[in-house]
């Protein structure tokens, strides 16, 4: 394939994907919903800002119910969320096709291993051990059977 056919295709591919993400935005028609979502979507961001540096308190999802919350609320903060170098990619991957791209896996099942570690370690009471290492295993067995979709780049 030459350069500019791969660059058209590549072109086509952001179309779609762009198209795609368009779809997803859906404002709600009262104002006063859309700040309820508005703020639902910033107490989801600060919570899941919040999960990244205390163990057990997940962030991905709470970022997923923001970017939810921002598409019904604001067109603005919605971009912004999509927009951004570190989420973005991981959210129109989940919002498009319901995977997530195989490095996020990766990065989820260390920085699971390490916050449930180390609070295993932490923790004195036996039942409580026995809690983490069953919510860490429950965790990993969802994140487990979320699909990934092979891509140009990670095939090659």
Known sequence: MSASEQRETNQNEQQTVDQQMADLLC??????VRALYLGAGFLALLLGALG????????TPFVLLAAACFARGSEYFHRKLLENRIAGPIIREWCIYHSIPRRAKR??????T???GSSILIVPELWQKIML????????????RVPVRETLNESS
């Open 27 to 32: 404002l709600h028609d009262s104002p006063l």
């Open 52 to 59: 990244a540096f205390l163990p057990v308190l997940p962030t």
């Open 107 to 112: 990065w989820a099942y260390l920085l699971m």
């Open 114 to 116: 390490l916050s449930f």
């Open 133 to 144: 290492v069953m919510i860490g295993s429950i965790l990993a067995f969802y994140i487990w």
